[in-house]
């Protein structure tokens, strides 16, 4: 079935630092591609997504690109900062039943040390 | 800003009571799901719900059930709490189950302790 793939954490970096976590997929068809960032004691909250290949999602200084070719939706971010510590989800939809239901990956919890 | 609340936010119970989790949103979203997400935060879904009337089991196997009278409230149910329920439980719901980019809308979790 359809799978998410995503580095283990956690990522611990000092602000200003370059960020990257690695997410790949398996899927059939083309799914659409999400990252979520669960902050502590709080629910899941989209960052950004990707409907197609070769899209680029935003948010908040993070991108990714889904790269088709290379199964792949890495999220990066140029400079890191300590309220940017939490865990990230990167996630995809597939058909179930005839309906499109999400599967997680396991999440990657960042750190980011003053 | 989602609009979907889950209350209590914590419950610690004692081991053989039943208890309900709540959860609504304002939203009119049609699709509501159950996670349980453990200590290692991976998320599991364990019940989902196309509508009013309908419900179906997740991935993984759990022993709670749900319900869905009203678009708007999607509660889960463990008859006979046990230690092993102990884990956090996320309601989340999205517009439709026929649009592969609709975002899910996450609550803040209901964290349950079982002595």
């Known amino acids: 079935g359809d799978s998410v793939t995503q580095m283990e954490g956690p990522v611990t970096l000092s602000e200003e630092a370059f960020l990257t976590i690695n997410c790949t997929y398996t899927?059939?068809?083309?799914?659409?591609l999400f990252w979520y960032v669960q902050y502590p004691g709080e629910g899941l909250q989209l960052l950004l997504k990707?409907?197609?290949?070769?899209d680029k999602g935003s948010n908040k200084g993070f991108e990714a690109t889904y790269r088709k070719e290379t199964t792949s939706f890495h999220l990066e971010k140029g400079s890191v900062q300590v309220s940017d510590s939490a865990v990230y989800f990167c996630?995809?939809?597939?058909?179930?039943?005839?309906?499109?239901?999400?599967?997680f990956g396991r999440g990657t919890s960042l750190i980011v040390h003053p | 800003e989602a609009d979907i609340y889950q209350t209590p936010r914590y419950l610690v119970i004692g081991t053989g009571k039943k208890i309900t989790l709540e959860c609504s949103q304002t939203?009119?979203?049609?699709?509501m799901y159950w996670y349980q997400q453990d200590p290692g935060m991976e998320l599991h879904l364990i019940h989902y719900?196309?509508?009013?009337?309908?419900?179906e089991k997740g991935d993984l196997s759990s022993e709670s059930t749900v319900s869905r009278i009203r678009t708007e409230h999607f509660p889960l149910t463990l008859e006979s709490a046990r230690p092993s329920h102990t884990s956090q439980y996320l309601c989340?719901?999205?517009?439709?189950?026929?649009?592969?980019?609709?975002?899910?809308?996450f609550g803040p979790g209901t964290r349950l302790t079982v002595l």
């Open positions: 996630a995809l939809t597939t058909v179930r039943g005839g309906s499109y239901i999400p599967t």
């Open positions: 989340a719901s999205s517009e439709s189950d026929s649009n592969p980019t609709d975002t899910q809308y």
């Open positions: 990707a409907t197609k290949a070769d």
């Open positions: 899927a059939t068809g083309y799914p659409s």
């Open positions: 939203m009119g979203h049609d699709k």
């Open positions: 719900s196309y509508g009013v009337n309908s419900t």
